[in-house]
């Protein structure tokens, strides 16, 4: 049987380390001068309540970070809302435009529309998207009377009105620039906050390995003061996965203490375990969810109709 080996999981969520810091203070204070940490707090001149300190501060800047970022997913779902009808009449304008220029696809560019060879190349950022359309209806703005544009009959055939589309064009990327200014004080604050709290995080990491020495023959013990310990054969890794939109996705073996980070530019709902009946747990673009004991087995679901989610999780190795 391989050998077990001690890791420490430290947690990456910042609410989940600040409960490590209530966990260590609460139990270095029940135990007392009998707290085998101690040594070490003297050691490395920690100061637990100086520790408390900079977690109050770190708290005030990660609550402001919160509001900005749910701030700004409020705004990208707006844009999203305002923009994903304009772009599927897009599509479906191009697609006309290809086939009426068939044979003769090069005719495309002159709406802006990138094509390689025959194919038809749509843009993937929102920026490109709405640039895209801006171009299409230009160009269909050009044709002035007696000219007809070649999109005027299927325009009205489809009821697709191109003037309320562009003002929701217009709508839609002023969300995006307000989510995105929000998005970057976001990240300021969260720089604020890590700079109060780096420090922290470091003496807890140090006190956790150093329980792990301490409790050489059974580990499992740091546990006694919050941390969480993986003994598999094999060390945890991280995987890296993609929700498409609309669809959902199942992961096993997330390991006890470990994190989901949503990498992507969508949100995403987390379930635990596969029943999605349940309410789930929203997770917005870069920010992270802790894995709870019972939540091993979870459902990741992406309820954009655009956009692929991306997520990370650490699993089990063994």
Request: proline fraction near 5%.
């Amino acid at each position: 049987m391989p050998k077990k080996i001690a890791r420490l999981v430290f947690p990456e969520v910042f609410s989940e380390q600040t409960k490590l810091l209530g966990s260590i203070v609460a139990k270095d204070t029940a135990l007392g001068a009998a707290s085998p940490i101690r040594p070490f707090l003297t050691e490395k001149g920690i100061v637990l309540a100086d520790d408390e300190t900079a977690a109050t501060a770190a708290t005030t800047y990660d609550t402001e970070r919160d509001t900005l970022v749910r701030s700004s997913e409020k705004k990208m779902q707006d844009r999203n809302n305002l923009f994903n009808p304009v772009f599927k009449s897009l599509t479906g304008i191009i697609q006309f435009l290809k086939k009426l220029y068939r044979g003769a696809e090069h005719k495309l560019g002159d709406w802006g529309v990138t094509v390689n060879g025959t194919r038809v190349s749509l843009p993937k950022t929102f920026a490109d998207k709405a640039a895209l359309f801006t171009a299409v209806k230009a160009k269909h703005d050009s044709y002035v009377a007696p000219a007809v544009s070649p999109i005027a009959a299927y325009l009205t055939e489809n009821s697709i009105n191109i003037v309320t589309n562009a003002a929701n064009t217009a709508l839609a990327v002023t969300a995006d620039d307000e989510a995105v200014a929000e998005r970057r004080s976001s990240e300021a604050k969260t720089a604020e906050r890590d700079l109060r709290w780096n420090p922290p995080v470091a003496n807890m990491r140090g006190i956790g390995q150093f329980l792990i020495g301490f409790y050489n023959a059974n580990p499992k013990k740091a546990g006694d003061f919050g941390f969480v310990v993986d003994d598999s054969p094999q060390a945890p890794k991280l995987r890296k996965t993609k929700v498409l939109p609309t669809l959902k996705v199942v992961a096993k073996g997330a390991v006890i203490g470990g994190t989901l980070t949503n990498t992507g530019t969508v949100s995403l709902v987390i379930y635990k375990g596969i029943d999605t009946t349940v309410e789930g747990v929203t997770v917005l673009p870069s920010n992270k969810l802790a894995i709870l004991p019972g939540w091993s087995t979870i459902t990741v679901s992406n309820q954009d109709a655009l956009i692929t989610g991306t997520f990370t999780l650490l699993v089990s190795g063994g």
